[in-house]
Antibody
Framework: QVQLQESGPGLVKPSETLSLTCAVS?????????WGWIRQPPGKGLEWIGS???????YYNPSLKSRVTISVDTSKKQFSLKLNSVTAADTAVYYC??????????????WGQGTLVTVSS | QSALTQPPSASGSPGQSVTISCTGT?????????VSWYQQHPGKAPKLMIY???RRPSGVPDRFSGSKSGNTASLTVSGLQAEDEADYYC??????????FGGGTKLTVL
């Protein structure tokens, strides 16, 4: 069973860059699948941030595209999120998740437990 | 792109059925059969309950079913049980490799 685990700083200062990593266990990222990041501000709904294919192709939420970079390191079995120029509005629980292996698999079937990132000075 | 529209709350008694709606546009819900539904208990990660409008992942009870008509998708929970009390989110493909989520519906089992 695929397991995902987010890691990274829980506190980021305004205007700085939020960096998170998702470690994938019991599955080789290089074998396939799309991988993604989703966030949830406290008490609010889910927001898709972006996705990456194992080959490195990326797809971003248009509203965040100018500030987001998602990358994959198949040798380390992990993928990463960078969100720059953060503000308090970026405070949220950040989840990493696995999408399907096919381009038409538009759902997330495995999720990490989530990590809270607070933007504050 | 705007979030998909869900009612903030829904409720039902044990054993009853409840339906949660998810309204989008012809560019997302109405344009593709790629609607999914997630269940989220407090403090937990979302769990996939329905994908591609009507399909259930292995292990999801058949009490959960999905449908779609035009720009509105629906999740029906039949034979409500106490453990079904949770937040439910819909999601839809919105073209150009984009996803949209709904604002969420809090389901209360009375």
């Amino acid at each position: 069973q695929v397991q995902l685990q987010e890691s990274g700083p829980g506190l980021v200062k305004p205007s700085e860059t939020l960096s998170l990593t998702c470690a994938v266990s019991d599955y080789s990222i290089s074998s396939g699948y799309y991988w993604g990041w989703i966030r949830q501000p406290p008490g609010k709904g889910l927001e898709w941030i972006g996705s990456i294919y194992h080959s490195g192709s990326t797809y971003y939420n248009p509203s965040l595209k100018s500030r987001v970079t998602i990358s994959v390191d198949t040798s380390k079995k992990q993928f990463s999120l960078k969100l720059n120029s953060v503000t308090a509005a970026d405070t949220a629980v950040y989840y990493c998740a696995r999408r399907g292996n096919n381009w038409s698999d538009f759902y997330f079937d495995y999720w990490g437990q989530g990590t809270l990132v607070t933007v504050s000075s | 792109q705007s979030a998909l529209t869900q009612p903030p709350s829904a409720s039902g008694s044990p054993g009853q059925s409840v339906t949660i709606s998810c309204t989008g546009t012809s560019s997302d819900v109405g344009g593709y059969n790629y609607v999914s539904w997630y269940q989220q208990h407090p403090g937990k990660a979302p769990k996939l309950m329905i994908y591609e409008v009507t399909r259930r992942p292995s292990g999801v009870p058949d009490r959960f079913s999905g449908s779609k008509s035009g720009n509105t998708a629906s999740l029906t929970v039949s034979g409500l049980q106490a453990e079904d009390e949770a937040d439910y989110y819909c999601s839809s493909y919105a073209g150009s490799n984009n996803f949209l989520f709904g604002g969420g519906t809090k389901l209360t089992v009375l």
